[in-house]
């Protein structure tokens, strides 16, 4: 007897699975948009998809969505890759000079217990309230995981793949660019995950604090014109932009970590 | 190649004496095994002929000259594979011919390959062997330079018995077209006295060694002939001998009842 799983195969079977993940949200609006249609609810603080669908549709048509994704992705790359390029460099230093890690990485630990936001305000004022500020902060937020990461990953690189490279005649610099490097490789990546991640959160408490365009501005004008729809549109966009930012950078360094046996990254 | 290992010591920073007044010597071409327990030192010894650590005391030379870091005649099989996980299995075997020309290093990986009974598998990754090809890769990484010295550090102690033997045969026929000299450390007594042309026995706190013998019959040896198991038991009853200097009424054949005598 055929075994219909197998018939399907294995990718067949996991679109499958993906999709159950989708059952209850689209059973959850549909529900809300019944509600609201059948004059239950007003809709007016939570709309329904319908409307939700027409406010993104009106967003799109005027280029306003386009626009402020743009901003906001902008302000996240920039800040992302200052705070990332920093963060594997500084890493890098402190993880294989122990002179380095005693000069500075107890100061980075201190800044690293300030509260992010409590930066907001002494860079608005060193900064002023437009881009520079903004980019800063993000920096912040996607320096520190990057950093640590970084830092841990060269102190834990196994001891005797570097003896391999030592005992085959590689001298210091090629124990780091053949051994060390691509053994720190899968938590840099990992590290520059969550540095994105928190680069977002950043993104979006600087975009709060002032902005005339932004996502994060969509928010606030949302609240001050009292348009839920507006402001759940652009949650939703960040939600998607988030995900995708997200995909992209584990595509990019997926032929990077194509050799590891556990933990594959997924999209 | 000649080692010679002269009157070395090796004491480490914690003041922990893991080696004292060691003498062993290995001409061109030769095997020499260096048996004993844990903590003889036989793993100290290994790294400080591979360079990775100097001596306290002593030298260790190679043909004529001394040796006081990593250098490029020797090649060195670990206890583990070590294989470099995000290198194939074919570039693994490069690695250790760095000093080739391209043409050269992969025209001997293949060769080297084959030789190990790897072919084909050069484009895979190196989690997708188990751990006896592992184990022979690494040996070919090792010899792909040619090297002049062999170190071989417990190579087969994690393998299973059958797969053992395997190796053993694998690096004695590859020893027989290449000859390098071979320095392997191990604590079977079965393995040293297959493999090697003279046997060292360490005893432990310090590593010392306590006596060195030859193994002079022809090879290929046969595990079965009664010569083989004569051989063995001369090589129990050093160790016996080794370990009843220090705890009498141990080991091997210190009481009447043991079966090995």
């Known amino acids: ?267 | 190649m000649k080692l010679t290992i002269n009157r070395v010591g090796k004491t480490y920073a914690d003041g922990t004496e893991a080696l004292r007044d060691v003498q062993v010597t290995a001409d061109s071409g030769e095997i020499v095994a260096v048996l004993g327990g844990s903590g003889c030192g036989k793993t100290t010894l290994l790294r400080l002929v591979s360079g990775l650590d100097e001596p306290s005391s002593g030298e260790i030379r190679l043909d004529d000259q001394v040796i006081s870091r990593t250098h490029p005649s020797v090649g060195a099989v670990f206890q583990e594979p070590r294989l470099l996980p995000w290198l194939k299995v074919g570039d693994n075997v490069e690695f250790g011919g760095r000093r080739l020309t391209p043409a050269e290093r992969r025209r001997r990986t293949e060769a080297l390959l084959e030789r190990i009974g790897l072919a084909g598998y050069g484009a895979r990754w190196p989690r997708d062997l188990s751990g006896g090809q592992q184990q022979r890769v690494a040996i070919a990484r090792a010899l792909i330079g040619h090297p002049g010295i062999l170190l071989l550090d417990e190579p087969f102690s994690a393998l299973d018995p059958f797969t053992r033997a395997t190796q053993h045969t694998l690096v004695l026929d590859l020893w027989r077209e290449m000859r390098p000299t071979i320095l392997i450390v191990t604590h079977d007594v079965d393995e040293a006295v297959f493999l090697a042309d003279r046997i060292v026995i360490m005893k432990p706190r310090p590593g010392r060694v306590h006596e060195a013998m030859s193994v002079d019959h022809p090879r290929p040896r046969d595990r079965l002939a009664p010569a083989f198991d004569l051989m063995k038991r001369r090589v129990m009853r050093a160790i016996d001998r080794s370990l009843s200097e220090d705890r009498p009424r141990e080991g091997f054949g210190a009481s009447n009842q043991s079966p090995w005598v």
């Open chain 1, 1 to 267: 007897m055929p075994d219909p799983t197998r018939e399907r195969g294995p990718d067949a079977l996991s679109h499958t699975r993906r999709l159950a993940g989708l059952i209850i949200p689209v059973l959850l609006a549909l529900a809300w948009e019944a509600v609201v249609r059948a004059g239950l609810a007003s809709g007016r603080l939570m709309p329904p998809p319908s409307r939700l669908f027409l406010t993104a549709a009106a967003l799109l048509r005027d280029g306003e969505l386009q626009t402020h994704t743009l901003a906001t992705l902008t302000r996240v790359l920039i800040g992302f890759g200052i705070g990332g390029a920093l963060g594997t460099m500084i890493g890098m230093l402190t993880g294989a000079s122990p002179l380095a890690r005693r000069l500075l990485d107890p100061s980075i630990q201190g800044l690293r217990s300030v509260p992010s936001l409590a930066w907001v305000p002494i860079f608005i004022l060193w900064m002023g309230i437009f881009e520079t500020s903004k980019i800063a902060l993000i920096a912040v937020g996607v320096f520190f995981p990057v950093y640590l990461g970084m830092l841990t990953a060269i102190q834990s690189v196994d001891r005797k793949l570097i003896e391999v490279g030592r005992v085959f005649g590689l001298s210091p610099l090629g124990i780091a660019l053949r051994i060390t490097w691509p053994a720190v490789m899968p938590t840099w990546v990992a590290s520059l995950r969550s540095g994105l991640g928190l680069g977002f959160m950043f993104l979006v408490a600087a975009e709060l604090m002032g902005a005339s365009e932004g996502l994060g501005y969509l928010l606030v004008d949302g609240q001050q014109m009292g348009r839920a729809d507006t402001i759940l549109v652009a949650m939703i966009t960040f939600a998607l932009l988030g995900k995708a930012a997200d995909s992209v950078l584990v595509l990019l360094t997926r032929p990077l970590l194509r050799w590891q046996d556990t933990a594959r990254i997924r999209l």
